[in-house]
């Protein structure tokens, strides 16, 4: 039996599961191309995976197709469909069919990995399909690699993208992170295990920009476990996303790390690398649900004692994704106190790229121009080519 089989018809729902496949490190000849009614005709002849996904685009004949799909489907086979948006009748049906989960497009691409995590075994814990907010902590695996300068610029590009974001910061002291906003309040009259109900949001935070807020109670020294879990679900609640700017040497930052949606770690590649890896994993259990992604931030110029990208692959079983050094860009962003600064240049893009691999998106292949003499180039190039038709 396969694990699992996903029939998608449009290239916006393709994309996302391919990736969605990737991180979940099954075959991408799981994801077939066609639709439900090619679905149908496949089960009709195979024997059903263990999870099945399937995108619904006949939507006139709706009801007729997921009879016919009842005929079909083995009774173990668990199913999710995607499509446009249901009634909440329309989805107590389903469900009372039998439909594990129904997802509106565009899809909620964290919900749908949990769930398929769930359903394929993979973790222990039963995981619903929440539509809450996700908890994503940045933390480095070592000191000084631009923790800080990470968190706030994937805070600001997620709340540019829509998401209502709020970044926080687990640290006693202000730490970085208040150097690229200068302006703000300096704390909050809350500490953060005051922080107990929806109403005391307002009063516990302060708004960036446009779709950013910062969380302002920062003081955590009498903060518990429990707390921090009911902080946590609180925000949760409240924004899309949740962006933890985490020290590695908090006494809190192994409960934030297991309680976390996406956990990014950040560091430079040296030699030293391994045994502080090691020694991060050994203060938290990491639980099956959670992505993990790595981020290679290239704080200075190359050196001879970098571990090559293939050794990097095979020790974090993942290629991690890569910062360029940007000569004092991101210092620069926060010595100003202008967080914009952190919109340009090569760390913005690569950024834009860490982002959407948080969304699980996939950047499209656009070509843009190089550096000064090639856009020069193709500007001559289009002046010649306008004279050369006259």
Same mark, same amino acid.
């Given at each position: ?41 496949? /089960?009709?002849?195979? $024997?059903? !995976? *263990? +999870? ?6 006949? &939507?006139? #004949? %709706?009801?007729?197709? @997921? ?124 500490? /953060?295990?005051?922080? $107990?109900? !929806? *109403? +005391? ?6 708004? &960036?920009? #446009? %779709?950013?807020?910062? @969380? ?124 914009? /600064? ?6 913005? +893009? ?41």
């Amino acid at each position: 039996m396969k694990s699992l089989l996903a029939f998608v018809a449009t290239p916006a729902v393709r994309q996302p599961l391919e990736l969605l496949l990737a991180d979940l490190k099954l075959p991408a000849g799981a994801l077939i191309t066609g639709s439900e009614h090619q679905a149908i005709d496949y /089960l009709a002849i195979h $024997s059903s !995976p *263990q +999870l099945l996904i399937v995108e619904i685009t006949d &939507l006139a #004949n %709706r009801e007729s197709v @997921l009879a016919q799909l009842a005929d079909v489907v083995e009774p173990d086979c668990q199913v999710i469909l995607l499509g446009a948006g249901l009634s909440v009748s329309e989805y107590r049906e389903l469900k009372t069919l039998g439909i594990l989960e129904y997802f509106d497009t565009p899809l909620d691409m964290q919900a749908l990995r949990h769930l398929c995590a769930h359903a394929l075994g993979m973790t222990d814990s039963p995981v619903t399909s929440r539509h809450g907010g996700r908890i994503i902590t940045v933390s480095g695996i070592q000191g000084g690699v631009g923790t800080s300068s990470v968190a706030a610029a994937l805070a600001q590009q997620l709340a540019q993208q829509g998401s209502h974001t709020l970044l926080a910061q687990l640290d006693d002291e202000l730490g970085d992170v208040a150097g690229f906003w200068p302006k703000r309040s300096v704390d909050s009259p809350l500490a /953060l295990h005051q922080l $107990s109900q !929806p *109403q +005391l949001i307002p009063r516990a935070t302060e708004q &960036l920009s #446009n %779709r950013l807020d910062w @969380l302002c109670s920062s003081e955590s020294r009498h903060t518990s476990s429990a707390q921090l879990g009911v902080v946590n679900d609180l925000l949760a609640e409240h924004y899309t996303r949740v962006v933890w700017d985490c020290e590695k040497h908090h006494a809190l930052a192994p409960d934030l790390w297991a309680r976390a949606d996406i956990c990014i770690w950040v560091f430079e590649s040296s030699v030293a690398l391994i045994d502080q890896w090691q020694r991060i994993q050994s203060r938290f259990s990491a639980h099956a649900h959670q992505r993990h992604i790595l981020v290679v931030n290239q704080t200075r110029p190359e050196r001879s004692r970098q571990i090559p990208a293939e050794q990097l692959t095979q020790l974090f079983g993942q290629a991690p994704l890569v910062i360029p050094y940007c000569k004092e860009q991101p210092v620069f962003a926060a010595n100003l106190g202008d967080a914009a /600064l952190l919109n340009s240049g090569k760390f913005a +893009l690569a950024m834009a790229s860490l982002v959407d691999t948080v969304q699980l998106h996939k950047r499209s292949a656009e070509p843009t121009p190089g550096g000064l003499w090639q856009r020069l180039r193709l500007l001559l190039n289009g002046k010649n080519g306008v004279g050369g038709a006259a």
